[in-house]
């Protein structure tokens, strides 16, 4: 992994993936609580259309309809929410057991025990595998965001009258 700075003097991709992971989750959040206001407001709506005598049953089903699909846009928007913290949490574990591994190698080479590179390069090798399973999540969560995307131009294609 390449790495720049931090506590010791080094910056590794983890927290520069932790930061852009921080500022997507404050997105989600920011959406979630500006849509929850929006469902609000639009509940009363469909309540209101619902209720009354003097709408036809088609636009009550169509409201019934809205007040399905806002939630259900609510609890994907929330189980985004979940997956990112999951991530994260993820990401702060790979950082630990880097830097675990990073304490390892330094206190080995300083006790002389391993004087074999090859003993180091397999724990090189670790820290290579478990940068290729952070670099996988990364292409599922990219790939998760790409068909949200897509539901969503397909919703408001097919559904423009909802929500």
Avoid: C
């Avoid at 932790?18 to 997105?27: C, G, R, S, V, Y």
């Avoid at 939630?71 to 830097?99: G, H």
């Avoid at 897509?150 to 919703?155: K, L, T």
């Amino acid at each position: 992994m390449d790495r720049e700075t931090n506590e010791k003097g080094k910056v590794t991709d983890l927290d520069s993936f932790l930061e852009d992971l921080e500022k997507m989750i404050t997105d989600y959040i920011r959406s979630f609580s500006s849509h929850e206001r929006d469902i609000s407001r639009q509940h009363t709506t469909y309540d209101n259309i619902i209720k009354s005598k003097w709408n036809s049953k088609e636009l009550k089903a169509i409201a019934s309809l809205g007040k399905v699909v806002n939630f259900e846009d609510q609890a994907r928007l929330a189980s985004n929410i979940s997956i990112l913290y999951t991530i994260q949490r993820l990401v702060l574990n790979l950082k630990i057991l880097e830097n675990k591994i990073d304490n390892l190698i330094e206190q080995l080479g300083e006790s002389r025990i391993i004087e074999k590179a090859k003993d180091i390069d397999d724990i090189k090798e670790l820290k290579r595998l478990l940068a290729e399973q952070y670099k996988k999540r990364e292409k599922q969560q990219k790939q998760m965001e790409e068909a949200h995307k897509r539901a969503e131009e397909s919703r408001k294609k097919h559904l423009p009258y909802v929500g």
